[in-house]
């Protein structure tokens, strides 16, 4: 049972340049942190990322949500979670500070989180272990999928789920050969260009076959000539994705992306506002066969469901810190697999909990193990600390989400 | 000079089924208030609007933005206040919380209401004396069109206020006559079949021509039931609008709205999930000639511009505590006269903010006249409360925009 609630508010300035884009040029990297205390001695700990300035909202607003977590059994809880979901994003009052978007629905996240983590301490088992063994009922259960009927019914969704079963025990080889990571920290936007070659040198020494370049200058010959340098360090073989953190206007982007089609790009992220679905379609259509990468600001399925159905999106970046936690990702996560559309979330978590999150959809949904961003700040602040090795994360065996952290 | 910056938590309860609809059945409307005290004597003060809790949320972002008025003259502020709507609303570490939507734009809300106030009280005139009153140049200088350059660019919309310039003198005369008001408190969710016929009959009484019932039960066959009893008891030129407050799942909407179509509604009222475009886009085409009145929960300029791009929206319902206060509301509004779609607020400030707002959509703009909002709650709190007159709101006459509270 869980006995009482708590959550806290930790920050970590980052310095040097690191974790800096077109936007965020100084963040402190900073989770609100949730923790759901149960009698059994057990911890259950969720995370919500934000960058800095105003993580004590967030914590005040999963205090409310996690308040009502007191006194239940996270048996109980999971046997129904998706229908506490709904009730907890529907919260008639605290609804309209949203709906299911900002501070709010950050800080469901952070609850939410928090439940599937004490779930899986509880059992015993790595969070991964834990949700490909649930039958297709019992992780339909843990879903919300109201507003998506028109695309992904209940029925759908289970079909779904059984159609994916054959396969999984050798997609289930994944946890022994590890998940392929990709390099995101060889270009933040204010590392100079030396650094950044640098950086590629090193990442592709290290075994990285895919790294990310931040762009979205004021100035477009900075993105094209840095986009240059990349691909020259390099080579031709490495997949290098361009990130513009939303920095463009339409008319920029379409001018921008078709300039930087020569070197190649593996994707290109984020080119301009996160809610506007009709501009990233008509990007998409002028831009292809280049693909974009979209999801890091988006906060709710509703708007990754227009994302998939006006076909724009070629990857999926969902956050499980940033949509209503685990719940949310795995609903969206299913429907990328009906669209057919990779999911490559974006890791505010610095993959503790996406490890688990990717193995689960390769091997319970079938969805492509492209790779997994990796992001190596914060490893000291987590008692466990994500492993990479060659490129490759190893697949994490504690029981839990792998998101506690020292504090 | 803005000497200090305050803001305050002011929840007032309703009781009584009063203010309540398909989701919210016991709202508390609140106001995250802000205050900017001059060196004058004067008081600029700024609302948003929220169901109850998580208010105090919105008052400490609120406090954040406020924080970088200090100093400042609030001419010197207004005159670009476009420049710094674009920097507060994309402050970086702020700016993950949203970006502009959920509990920071409330409080940016707020905030820039707070601006406007102070402006027109320094100016002293009502504030939809001073908007108008400026000139195309000076009305631009204080909007951010930031994410809107596909639709509508800084020369296009000064080409829209330079148009729209003949003509004002007739529409001024409205200031005279008064603005429209429709009623929005006959049919609240929980009130008995018989207390709607009798508020339908007092309004008719005291000269509604308009009035809104609330819909979106469980049960179809109640809303459809009450539709039909409202006609009955309005007769057959009352305009009556339905609003179902987001409950209603894509397929049923589909259904309810072709059975409800013989009633004759004027509009039907946010039928679904507020971020779904495409789910509004497919149901006005399916329900055509009914209208979709859209834009209670829609949070910033980007979303309603993808509203307007696919021509769902019938009536455009910005509520000017919601998005990000005045300056976004008039950008929006631009953006609809573009579209040729009429803006009618959802009223989260009773009315007192919006009835300086419609009168400048009207003469600045060319905006039809249709009517605006009434709800008849929170009166007493108001140091100016509206005066409607045989349901025509008289047009204010005191310096600012009408929202100091008596608290």
């Known amino acids: 049972m869980i006995q009482h609630t708590s959550?806290?508010?930790?920050?970590?300035?980052?310095?040097?340049?690191?974790?800096?884009?077109?936007?965020?040029?100084?963040?402190?990297?900073?989770?609100?942190?949730?923790?759901?205390?149960?009698?059994?001695?057990?911890?259950?700990?969720?995370?919500?990322?934000?960058?800095?300035?105003?993580n004590d909202l967030v914590c005040k607003a999963a205090d409310f949500y996690a308040a009502q977590l007191k006194g239940k059994d996270i048996e109980e809880v999971m046997a129904s979670f998706g229908h506490l979901f709904y009730q907890l994003s529907n919260e008639q009052q605290f609804r309209w500070l949203g709906p299911h978007k900002g501070v709010v629905h950050l800080a469901l996240a952070s609850v939410t989180n928090a439940c599937y983590d004490?779930?899986?301490?509880?059992?015993g088992v790595p969070l991964w272990k834990l949700l490909i063994d649930l039958s297709p009922e019992a992780l339909l259960n843990t879903l919300d999928l109201?507003?998506?009927e028109d695309e992904l019914t209940r029925e759908e969704a289970l079909a779904l789920l059984k159609e994916n079963h054959a396969g999984r025990a050798i997609r289930e080889q994944i946890t022994a050969a590890g998940y392929p990571g990709y390099d995101t920290s060889i270009g933040w936007f204010n590392y100079s260009d030396d650094k950044v070659k640098e950086?590629?040198?090193?990442?592709?020494?290290?075994?990285?076959?895919a790294m990310k370049l931040k762009v979205g200058s004021a100035d477009p010959e900075r993105d094209i000539r840095r986009a240059n340098m990349v691909r020259e360090a390099a080579g031709d073989y490495v997949k290098i994705m361009l990130d513009a953190n939303q920095q463009w206007t339409l008319p920029q982007a379409l001018e921008i992306c078709s300039r930087l089609r020569h070197m190649?790009?593996?994707?290109?992220?984020?080119?301009?506002?996160?809610?506007?679905?009709?501009?990233?379609?008509?990007?998409?259509?002028?831009?292809?066969?280049?693909?974009?990468a979209l999801g890091e600001h988006v906060p709710n399925r509703v708007i990754f469901k227009n994302y998939l159905q006006t076909k724009c999106a070629?990857?999926?970046?969902?956050?499980?810190v940033r949509v209503g936690g685990?719940?949310?990702?795995?609903?969206?996560?299913?429907?990328?697999?009906?669209?057919?559309?990779?999911?490559?979330?974006?890791?505010?978590?610095?993959?503790?909990?996406?490890?688990?999150?990717?193995?689960?959809?390769?091997?319970a949904l079938g969805n492509e193990a492209l790779f997994l961003e990796h992001i190596p700040h914060l490893q000291q602040h987590f008692r466990h600390p994500v492993s990479i090795r060659g490129g490759v994360y190893q697949t994490p065996q504690e029981p839990g989400s792998s998101c506690d952290l020292i504090i």
């Open 146 to 148: 109201s507003y998506l």
């Open 199 to 209: 950086n590629v040198k090193k990442a592709v020494a290290e075994g990285f076959t």
């Open 326 to 363: 685990v719940s949310e990702f795995i609903t969206i996560s299913l429907l990328c697999r009906k669209f057919g559309v990779p999911v490559v979330p974006h890791v505010g978590d610095m993959g503790q909990l996406h490890q688990h999150l990717v193995l689960f959809n390769h091997i």
């Open 264 to 292: 190649n790009p593996y994707w290109i992220e984020e080119p301009t506002h996160p809610d506007d679905v009709l501009a990233h379609h008509q990007l998409a259509t002028a831009i292809a066969p280049i693909k974009l």
């Open 118 to 123: 004490l779930w899986a301490k509880k059992r």
């Open 7 to 54: 959550t806290k508010d930790v920050r970590y300035p980052l310095g040097q340049g690191a974790g800096s884009d077109a936007i965020h040029r100084d963040p402190i990297y900073s989770y609100a942190v949730t923790q759901l205390h149960d009698d059994s001695g057990l911890t259950g700990t969720g995370l919500a990322f934000t960058l800095g300035e105003g």
């Open 314 to 320: 070629g990857f999926i970046q969902v956050d499980a």
